[in-house]
Antibody
């Protein structure tokens, strides 16, 4: 079955950087687009970024564009989110999710999430 | 960006009764090449990851019970739970994936 396991969350100070990883298994990783979605405490879901199956197309939410970078290593079945210039409002649980196809489709399967806290 | 709105903000329904949640997009999410609406619904329970319920406005995801159904077109969409079960308590979100910047609605909290 599809398994997505996020890691790399933790507590960082404002302005610092952090890299999240998402290890995928149970499906042909290189054939699917992948998303990052986050949920701030007591807030709703916020879509963050998507990367196509081959990395050829990448799109970001306006709130993170220029600060966050989504990438993937299809040889390692792993998705990444490199976050820089972190702000308090980036505090959230970050979920990786498999897209419903090779591009930026709906999010069909989700990981358990990893918590990022930005605080001084 | 396409702005998604939902109504109501919260909803209380008796067990076995019908629950209806509405979603509106600020512009059409119809992909004319396939005549498919790029609209999904998710269920999010406390302490769990979100779960896909519906994509393409009306197609149930894998393993989703048939009491969940999606409908609508253009800019107005509906998620219906035909006979509410206790395990359906959750927050429900609509999402458009028509624009390159996908956006979620604010969520509807469903209670018994």
């Amino acid at each position: 079955q599809v398994q997505l396991v996020e890691s790399g969350g933790g507590v960082v100070q404002p302005g610092q950087s952090l890299r999240l990883s998402c290890a995928a298994s149970g499906f042909t990783f290189r054939s699917f687009g992948m998303h990052w979605v986050r949920q701030a405490p007591d807030k709703g879901l916020e879509w963050v970024a998507v990367i196509w199956y081959d990395g050829s197309n990448i799109f970001y939410a306006e709130s993170v564009e220029g600060r966050f970078t989504i990438s993937r290593d299809n040889s390692k079945n792993t998705l990444y989110l490199y976050m820089t210039h972190l702000r308090a409002e980036d505090t959230a649980t970050y979920y990786c999710a498999r897209a419903g196809g090779d591009g930026d489709y709906w999010a069909s399967d989700w990981g358990q999430g990893t918590l990022v806290t930005v605080s001084s | 960006d396409i702005v998604m709105t939902q109504s109501p903000d919260s909803l209380a329904v008796s067990l076995g009764e019908r629950a209806t949640i509405n979603c509106k997009s600020s512009q059409s999410v119809l992909f004319t090449s396939t005549n498919e609406h790029h609209l999904a619904w998710y269920q999010h329970k406390v302490g769990r990851p979100p779960r896909l319920l519906i994509y393409g406005a009306s197609t149930r995801g894998s393993g989703v019970p048939d009491r969940f159904s999606g409908s609508g077109s253009g800019t107005e969409f509906t998620l219906t739970i035909s006979s509410l079960q206790a395990e359906d308590v959750a927050v429900y979100y609509c999402q458009q994936y028509h624009n390159t910047r996908h956006t979620f609605g604010p969520g509807t909290k469903l209670e018994i």
